[in-house]
């Protein structure tokens, strides 16, 4: 499939003001937008989702009529829309309402006002998801390594799930919390986890501590995605459990790609 570019894309932009809708639409124009649809409810943009076929959405947190979150959700949660990338739009600054964001796979999150910098990286982390790109390593051949993805929320994996597919990676076994993971890796051979930090009976730290102890499992790179900050002293302690690598959410393919290149060819 031929990739792409931001000129090839159609954007719906939902954004209840005129002014904010005007003021976005011109920033994504300088970006070379190929084209855009703006509407200002819930509504109208499931309306418009039904009608015609969008690339990307593009979506502030609070219309009349709903929120973003009822949005996204109703995207991911439709066959025909659950591809398309959602990227937040927002001035919202609680971690407990974005980590909804987070959990329901966005694909970036933009702070309001924003610069045209964050929008290029927004967009460029956009347009990865949409473009898959296979992985080739030295000591694998990317369509044989096999995955345990661990995530409490059904829809994060599904959006983990696609950029790992868009790396190449196809034998993917999916487990909803730790424990759920360990009846797995009893069960079978794994070449690589991917788990989630904060998660019901079993979190990604208890996990991580499983799998480098266990004589049969020690070998096994972790990579652990976590919403939140992966410089903290906090999430330092994690990776002195032997988390080879630690990913933001919203997982951006680019760094993905870049991780995986890392840990499967050593």
Known sequence: MDHLSLS????LLIEPSDTQRK?????LIKENVGSIDSVSTLAEAKSALRSHCSD???STMYFEDGTGLDLIKYIKSNTETASIPFMLVSSENHVA??????????????????TPIHLT????ATLD?????ELELDLYDI????????DDSRLARNHIRRVLEGSGLVKIKEAENGASALTLLKDNVFDLVVTDYNMPEMDGRELSEYIRFNPETSHIPIIMVTSEAINSAHMANIQQTGVNALCDKPF???EVRKILATLLSS
């Open 8 to 11: 090839d894309v159609n954007i």
């Open 23 to 27: 003021i976005i639409s011109s920033l």
């Open 56 to 58: 990307v959405v593009v």
């Open 97 to 114: 309402k974005l980590e909804e964001f987070k959990q329901a796979g966005v694909a970036a999150i933009l702070p309001k006002p924003f």
């Open 121 to 124: 990286r927004a967009l460029n």
């Open 129 to 133: 998801l949409i473009n898959s790109e």
């Open 143 to 150: 369509n044989d390594v096999r995955v345990l993805l661990v």
């Open 252 to 254: 951006e393919a680019q």
